[in-house]
């Protein structure tokens, strides 16, 4: 079972840049498809970007396309959100998902698809 603790969030500018981390212990991380969502206040969470365990597949929310991309360092058991370009409406708490899988091109947009959680890290961005 694979534990999730995610780092790098704050307060920053609008047009501004963050990169979160989401450390993984207590497992094999190299076999767990991961997967980033955020929930904003009063809203449902969303899905915003997911990478296969192999990192041969990524998926991007449209909301974020060409602003966030995910990555993951299978040696250090992290997976990133480099998220540039923020905007106002990105404030929300991110959580990185962890699932373990054996197709290395798996990758889900469904937060029900995930089996373990982070406690979330808060990112805010002023206008």
């Known amino acids: 079972q694979v534990q999730l603790v995610e780092s790098g969030g704050g307060l920053v500018q609008a047009g501004g840049s963050l990169r979160l981390s989401c450390a993984a212990s207590?497992?094999?991380?190299?076999?767990?498809?991961m997967g980033w969502f955020r929930q904003a206040p009063g809203k449902e969470r969303e899905f915003v970007a997911g990478?296969?365990?192999?990192?041969?597949?990524?998926a991007t929310a449209d909301s974020v396309k060409g602003r966030f991309a995910t990555s993951r360092d299978n040696a250090k058991n992290t997976v990133y959100l480099q998220m540039n370009s923020l905007k106002p409406e990105d404030t929300a708490v991110y959580y990185c998902?962890?699932?373990?899988?054996?197709?290395?091109?798996?990758?889900?947009?469904?937060?029900?698809?995930?089996?373990?959680w982070g406690q979330g890290t808060q990112v805010t961005v002023s206008s």
């Open positions: 998902a962890g699932r373990l899988v054996a197709p290395r091109s798996w990758v889900s947009v469904a937060s029900r698809d995930y089996d373990y």
């Open positions: 990478i296969s365990w192999s990192g041969s597949r990524t």
């Open positions: 207590g497992g094999t991380f190299s076999s767990y498809a």
